[in-house]
């Protein structure tokens, strides 16, 4: 188990209320809207996917200088969106050792439940040998401790597994919102009040933002990348659910995540001075 945030709990409360439910849902009413059946052509379900992480207040900044060239997903009049996902792994967390490993191809199995439009999907991320996303669903009545049924057909079908070789592992909860571009076929994901748990263990990433631009083919001449350059923010590989493995599990590699760690625990250093002094 990795200690990635050592802020006292008032702090982070305060980071996390102060900020991203206040400042950020102000700035997203500014930008205009889009509604998820317009957003069909933009579904970008096989693509590339780039990832940076950054604090709340350098979001704000962004928030102010794309909000000419992107819309901003509503739904039912909501413009930040709070998901929950269970993610399930093998018994040896072999999803997580892939990624950690480096391995280029690669899986997530997990439950996502969106909230807001009270939707939920069982899904498949398959991490091609070619640095492609590709990403499969179904619906499905509710979030489940276990595979079966149509689910268990579909990690058949879209996985090198069975549905009764994984298990559940991590419960994971954020609010999310998405920006989808006026000029090209791009979607943005940033994904705040990122929250961890299983078996009564905890942990948060407070004050922190991840941000997801998913293009059909990478292209530098994204806005939203262009705003990251002149903020000297530079791509990184973060996934939600190996953050969430190595902050709530011992005796799990960490090596090659260290980096990653030392850059989280960072901007949330720098995102609680700057709140400190505002």
């Known amino acids: 188990m990795i200690a990635i945030q050592e802020l006292p709990a008032e702090q982070q409360t305060m980071v996390n209320m102060s900020r991203t439910r206040g400042q950020v849902e102000r700035l997203l009413t500014r930008f205009d809207p889009i509604s ?94 070619q640095n492609r996303t590709v990403k499969s669903r179904i619906q499905i009545p509710e979030v489940a401790l276990h ?58 990433l407070p004050g922190l933002a991840i941000a997801e631009v998913k293009q059909a083919h990478f292209s530098q001449e994204s806005d939203f990348i262009q705003q990251m350059r002149q903020l000297g923010i530079r791509p990184t590989s973060f996934s939600k659910y190996c953050a969430g493995v190595y902050t709530l599990y011992d005796d799990l590699k960490v090596n090659n995540f260290k980096p990653q760690i030392r850059q989280i625990k960072k901007v949330m250093q720098k995102e609680l001075t700057h709140e400190s002094l505002h």
């Not at 379900?45 to 709340?56: A, E, F, N, P, Q």
């Not at 967390?93 to 439940?113: A, M």
Request: with cysteine.
């Open 147 to 204: 595979i079966s049924g149509p689910a268990d057909d579909f990690v058949q079908v879209y996985t090198p597994f069975e549905g009764e070789e994984l298990e559940p592992k991590l419960w994971n909860e954020y609010w999310r919102l998405t920006l989808v571009s006026k000029r090209r076929v791009e979607r943005v994901t940033l994904d705040l009040n990122v929250e961890f748990g299983w078996d009564c263990t905890y942990s948060a």
């Open 36 to 129: 998820l059946a317009e957003m069909e052509n933009c579904s970008l379900l096989d693509r590339t996917d780039t990832k940076y992480v950054m604090g709340i207040s350098q979001l704000c900044t962004v928030l102010e200088q794309v909000r000419d060239q992107y819309r901003v997903l509503c739904i039912n009049t909501r413009r930040l969106n709070h998901y929950q996902t269970l993610y399930f792994d093998t018994n040896d967390f072999l999803f997580y050792q892939q990624h950690h490993n480096g391995r280029g191809s690669r899986y997530k199995v997990r439950e996502r439940k969106y909230i807001g439009s009270d939707l939920t999907f069982f899904e498949v991320k398959h991490k091609t040998n």
